[in-house]
């Protein structure tokens, strides 16, 4: 079976942004996605922060109740969830 990933932006419950990867696609690759595109939403200083592990701002957790991984942003955050296709 093949299996792709639907990842989703989020601003409060309003999705704002989605898109469905195709092909080889690790868990590694799809945390370092998540995290590239929540630091967009940071400050200079926040991605500091968070990439010395000061701040949880780039924290991707992977969830047990749906989404695969998600990103602790708020209020935009994104979701990856692994699909069967």
């Known amino acids: 079976m093949t299996k792709r990933w639907r990842i ?3 601003e409060g419950e309003t999705v704002v942004f989605d898109r469905v990867l195709f092909g080889k696609v690790g868990h590694g690759q799809v945390q370092e996605l998540l995290a590239r595109l929540q630091s ?3 400050k200079d200083s926040e991605i500091i922060d968070a990439t010395l592990g000061i701040t949880d701002s780039l ?15 708020h209020p935009r955050y994104y979701t990856a969830d692994e699909e069967d296709v």
């Open 8 to 10: 989703t932006g989020y």
């Open 40 to 42: 967009q939403h940071l």
């Open 59 to 73: 924290k991707i957790t992977k969830t047990l109740n749906g989404s695969d991984f998600s990103t602790s942003g």
